[in-house]
């Protein structure tokens, strides 16, 4: 009886150990979870704009058959911007690897990015990273707005600086924003909006920004959904300027705030129970 009892308990605990490891190692950071959310106006007629989010892609030396895989979601769901909010490339990656899957992700698509703590961290120069997204129709905004034509709308997003390494500008991001209907902005921490949201209510009260400038979505990375956590709901360890904030949304009115649990990895490569995301917007203006 008692030989058992052991038995049972070593083969469940064994059972579970492959099971984390299987997860972890292979499923959670190589099958990624595709995301759809209905925002803006959902009542409204029309057909939404479609805004998919790239977060934190980490790529390093080379694509992989999960590189592929993503280029080939993004084509058939035939985003019209996608959005990338840093980290695409890793602190060991190489600008050719970051622009052969953008080769692969339907270059005609219009793209807007922001840089990421990984990316200072590699050395490689801003400028590299400007001529690499203008080569595949993106747009990368370093505390600057673009206002894009979109199924008809008018769209503007603004793109800040890096929280860590970098220094943001509210009075450049916005210098060309006044009263916009569909206004985002990126960002890469989710803890950034704390201090930026403060920034940008004080310019405004000084006149210094247009007083009736709204921002209606935010959208961040950063945290990888804690990469490694208990059921989802909480991570031993996030990254520096994580601040509370975890994954999904956050912010009970506008602006609200979406966090993605991102692609790659960073550090150790696995993930538990913080599948591997991207994220489809359907935007009624």
């Known amino acids: 009886m008692k ?23 292979i499923f959670e950071k190589n099958f990624f979870q595709i995301k759809r959310f209905k925002i803006g106006n959902p009542d409204s007629e029309g057909t939404p704009i479609r805004l998919l989010q790239l977060s934190d892609l980490h790529l390093k030396g080379r694509l992989t058959a999960k590189h592929r895989r993503l280029a080939a979601a993004v084509r058939k769901l035939q985003p019209d911007l996608i959005l990338i909010t840093g980290d695409a490339l890793d602190k060991h990656g190489h600008p050719e690897v970051l622009a052969d899957l953008l080769a692969l992700v339907a270059p005609d698509i219009p793209k ?4 990421g703590n990984h990316e200072y961290k590699s050395g490689i120069a801003r400028e590299v990273f400007c001529e690499l997204y203008k080569k595949y129709k993106g747009d990368l905004l370093i505390n600057d707005s673009e206002c894009y034509v979109i199924r008809g709308h008018r769209m503007c997003i603004t793109g800040l600086d890096d929280l860590i390494h970098g220094q943001d500008d509210l009075e450049k991001a916005f210098q060309k924003v006044e ?8 960002l890469h921490s989710p803890l950034h909006q704390d201090s930026f949201l403060q920034k940008f209510e004080a310019l405004k009260k000084e006149g210094q920004l247009d007083a009736l400038a709204k921002i209606r979505y935010m959208f961040a990375g950063h945290n990888h959904g804690g990469q490694v956590t208990l059921f989802g709901l909480y991570a031993p360890y996030l990254p520096r300027k994580s601040g509370n904030y975890l994954k999904g949304w956050y912010n009970q009115k506008e602006p609200y705030l979406y966090v993605s649990k991102g692609f790659g990895t960073s550090t ?12 489809l917007f359907l935007y009624y203006p």
């Open 3 to 25: 030989f058992s009892l052991k038995w049972t308990f070593f083969s469940t605990l064994l059972t579970a150990t492959i099971f984390i490891l299987v997860d972890a190692l």
């Open 179 to 186: 009263n916009e209907s569909n206004h985002l902005v990126l």
């Open 268 to 279: 150790i490569p696995v993930r538990f129970w913080a599948r591997a995301e991207i994220t």
């Open 112 to 115: 807007v990015a922001i840089l």
